[in-house]
């Protein structure tokens, strides 16, 4: 199981990225530690969800609770989010990650939940992960919050 910053580290090192991977984070300080870690020519930080998600094509998220983030995707649904990835790494109820998936794919965007660990919980937004192109995608992360987004891994808008 890798830690947040441990799945940021791996999307530069082996994500074959074009641009700098975008980090955000609720406490800007944690956010700049980790693209300091990383390199800085390799990261920027983001100092809103809004100029984290704007800048990305795939966007994922993981939070401690349903609450955290169902506020987060609401601040991100209020952008243009036509053509993006949201991938969801956090461990929270099936019914909120279903109404999370409806809502994103309501905005133009595509959803899939990957949570880190199941804690007694099951189902993880179906209706979102059938919609993955790919199924390379692992569970990468669990706990905190990093909001990441990418360039290089799809063309905007692409599918």
């Known amino acids: 199981m890798s830690s947040p910053q441990g799945m940021c580290a791996n999307l530069v090192d082996k994500g074959k990225l074009t641009s700098p991977l975008i980090i955000y984070n609720r406490t800007a300080q944690r956010a700049q530690e980790l693209a300091a870690k990383i390199g800085g020519d390799r990261t920027t930080v983001a100092a809103s969800v809004a100029e984290a998600v704007a800048a990305a094509d795939i966007v994922f998220t993981c939070l401690g609770e349903d609450q955290s983030v169902s506020d987060t995707i609401d601040t991100a649904l209020q952008g243009d989010v036509t053509g993006k990835l949201f991938v969801d790494c ?15 794919t309501a905005k133009g965007a595509e959803f ?12 993880v937004g179906f209706e979102g992960a059938q919609r993955l192109t790919s199924s390379s995608f692992r569970s990468p992360c669990d706990g905190g919050f990093w909001a990441v987004g990418m360039r290089a891994l799809r063309p905007k808008g692409g599918r």
Not at 90 to 104: D, F, Y
């Open 90 to 104: 956090s461990t929270i109820h099936p019914t909120t990650t279903n109404a999370l998936a409806k809502a994103v």
């Open 112 to 123: 899939v939940a990957m949570p880190g660990r199941n804690r007694g919980r099951s189902g």
